[in-house]
């Protein structure tokens, strides 16, 4: 009989470890204190920009480079698992250079191509950096679909469940009761508040997404300019992103992040200024202290965590790395080792 593996938390990682050991034949509970994606991952935008991302590190550049080659069969094995599709799009990137801003400065990466060739939506910048690569998903739908693929694989999920404390043998809920298993601690920015464990250094940094109305294809990519970015959807809903505060654990769209958002639109789509809005909401990048993941084992429980501003780009090389990890005693990435965070053993 597998031993059986007790995910705690069910956000985009919780559920693509889940489905990833199901399939590799391991039994799986995902324990969820609300909803199964009810937190970062689904208020994520979903741009999946390894090259604008990795800001020059080599490192996190190939991490994201590898996970965004593994998304097209990956969405693709969701959507025959499930019928769902989660709207992967290949759109391609455009930086804009705004006032003032040097575009020598701010060529986002290496293979950026400079090009004044562009399309009626940048019409008011006279150039910009392009990336042909760079993609986006629809985090809600995405999300949902790895839980349902995983429920099919059969991962059972109990939701409306915090977990407490965990150990190397279980985990205690809160409220009472002990369930038996190895804990996999899949928490978001809620993972240093887990006890049993040392404390580990995950904090929330909020940002703040609104949501515009414009026709279908007006916005036909993702435009990055300074401070944020703008990412269509293909039914004409267009996402603008993200402050980066920190706040602590408070929740909320404020006047202050309103403001930051509508001078991303003035900088990236300034025909989008008069727009309705049709949405707003806000929620909590994981956040390690060096802003990579951490992945490893420490007193008998794997941690999976630290995303930050990348969860979604790295979900499915991160799920590959934790069941090779706890199946196949395989190493982690250099530089995603929970190990660094620990005290020397
Ligand atoms: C505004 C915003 C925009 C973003 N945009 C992008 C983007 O464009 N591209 C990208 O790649 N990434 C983006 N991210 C980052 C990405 O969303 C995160 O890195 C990723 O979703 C983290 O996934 P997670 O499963 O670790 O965390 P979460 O999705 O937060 O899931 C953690 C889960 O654990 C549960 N939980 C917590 N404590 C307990 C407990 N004690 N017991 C049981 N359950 C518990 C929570 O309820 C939650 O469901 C964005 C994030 C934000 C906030």
């Not at 031993?3 to 985009?12: A, F």
């Not at 999946?48 to 969405?75: F, N, T």
């Not at 809600?140 to 150990?167: D, Y």
């Not at 414009?214 to 401070?227: E, N, R």
Request: proline share 9%; net charge negative.
């Amino acid at each position: 009989m597998p031993m059986r593996y007790l995910v705690v938390g069910g956000g985009l990682m919780g559920c693509a470890v889940a489905l990833e050991l199901a399939r590799r034949g391991q039994r799986v509970t995902v324990l969820e204190r609300a909803v199964p994606g009810a937190e970062a991952s689904s208020a994520a935008a979903g741009i999946l920009a390894p090259r604008v991302e990795a800001h020059g590190q080599d490192l996190p550049r190939k991490y994201g480079i590898h996970s965004l080659g593994l998304y097209p069969a990956w969405v693709q094995s969701l959507e025959e698992a499930t019928g769902l599709s989660s709207g992967l799009w290949p759109s391609g990137l455009y930086r804009v250079v705004g006032e003032g801003e040097d575009p020598a400065e701010s060529c986002p990466d290496v293979e950026s191509i400079w090009t004044t060739d562009l399309p009626e939506s940048l019409s008011h910048v006279p150039g910009a950096w392009w990336l042909p690569e760079e993609a986006s998903v629809e985090p809600p739908r995405l999300v949902v679909a790895v839980r349902q693929a995983a429920e099919r694989a059969g991962v059972h999920f109990v939701t409306g469940v915090p977990v407490r404390r965990v150990g190397a043998d279980g985990v205690e809920l809160d409220g009472g009761g002990y369930i038996s298993g190895k804990p996999i601690l899949c928490a978001g920015a809620w993972t240093g508040k887990v006890e049993g464990i040392p404390t580990l250094p995950v904090h929330p940094v909020r940002g703040q997404v609104m949501e515009l109305r414009a026709a279908p294809g007006q916005l036909a990519h993702v435009v990055f300019c300074k401070g944020g970015y703008l990412v269509p959807r293909k039914d004409g809903r267009v996402l603008v992103g993200a402050t980066m505060e920190e706040v602590g654990f408070e929740r909320g769209v404020t006047p202050k992040g309103l403001a930051y958002l509508a001078e991303v639109v003035r900088q990236g789509a300034p025909w989008l200024v008069d727009a309705p809005m049709t949405r707003s909401w806000s929620n909590f990048r994981p956040a390690s202290p060096d802003g990579q993941p951490m992945l490893g084992e420490v007193e008998g429980v794997y941690v999976v965590s630290g995303h930050h501003r990348n969860g979604i780009l790295l979900a499915p090389l991160t799920a590959q790395v934790v069941a090779g990890a706890l199946l196949d005693g395989l190493p982690v990435p250099e530089g995603w080792e929970l190990a660094r965070f620990l005290p020397p053993p």
